[in-house]
């Protein structure tokens, strides 16, 4: 099991709460999309950050959290210095399982072979009666939040999904 790492002060942070049901993971995948839009693209930082990675895992994510972990129950996505990090909590204490050594042909089984490939970290952890798993993926450091953001503190609230 990998450890979260530790936290830096976090500049921006969601929170979406997940009823499972059908198109969880579009939905989640495009709750991202407009998170990354909100804090990449007005600065122009977009063309940047790891874009189509970040949603390819998302869909990762969330897919085995519905296949193998009851249902997703929250999606977060935090933005920190010099990364993002996305952590999807589902209803299953069980940890991730590597079903055997990837196979490409496979119809099914990538999720954990592409966050080892595409994510520069990632793991799970115990959440509640669940468990959350997470993947950080680095952005450069020149696309940080602004100067005004910054000296605010501000946080973005939780916002629900039904």
Same mark, same amino acid.
């Given at each position: 099991?990998?450890?979260?790492?530790?936290?830096?002060?976090?500049?921006?942070?969601?929170?979406?709460?997940?009823?499972?049901?059908?198109?969880?993971?579009?939905?989640?995948?495009?709750?991202?999309? @407009? $998170?990354? #839009?909100?804090?990449? /693209?007005?600065?122009?930082?977009? !063309?940047?950050?790891?874009? *189509?990675? =970040?949603?390819?895992?998302?869909?990762?994510?969330?897919?085995?959290?519905?296949?193998?972990?009851?249902?997703?129950?929250?999606?977060?996505?935090?933005?920190?210095?010099?990364?993002?990090?996305? @952590? $999807?909590? #589902?209803?299953?204490? /069980?940890?991730?399982?590597?079903? !055997?050594?990837?196979?490409? *042909?496979? =119809?099914?089984?990538?999720?954990?072979?592409?966050?080892?490939?595409?994510?520069?970290?990632?793991?799970?952890?115990?959440?509640?009666?669940?468990?959350?798993?997470?993947?950080?993926?680095?952005?450069?450091?020149?696309?940080?939040?602004?100067?005004?953001?910054?000296?605010? !503190?501000?946080?973005?609230?939780?916002?629900?999904?039904?």
């Amino acid at each position: 099991m990998g450890q979260a790492p530790e936290q830096p002060q976090l500049w921006l942070s969601r929170r979406f709460t997940l009823d499972g049901g059908q198109g969880v993971v579009g939905r989640c995948r495009d709750l991202t999309r @407009q $998170v990354l #839009d909100e804090w990449f /693209a007005p600065s122009g930082a977009e !063309g940047y950050v790891r874009v *189509d990675d =970040v949603l390819l895992l998302v869909s990762e994510v969330v897919t085995n959290a519905c296949t193998h972990g009851g249902f997703p129950c929250e999606l977060s996505i935090d933005r920190g210095p010099g990364r993002i990090r996305v @952590q $999807v909590s #589902d209803t299953s204490p /069980a940890g991730p399982v590597r079903r !055997g050594p990837h196979q490409p *042909d496979r =119809v099914s089984g990538h999720g954990l072979h592409l966050l080892e490939r595409l994510s520069d970290e990632w793991g799970w952890m115990p959440r509640g009666a669940g468990k959350a798993v997470w993947f950080a993926v680095a952005v450069p450091r020149d696309t940080l939040p602004s100067d005004a953001m910054r000296r605010s !503190g501000r946080r973005d609230g939780a916002a629900g999904v039904s």
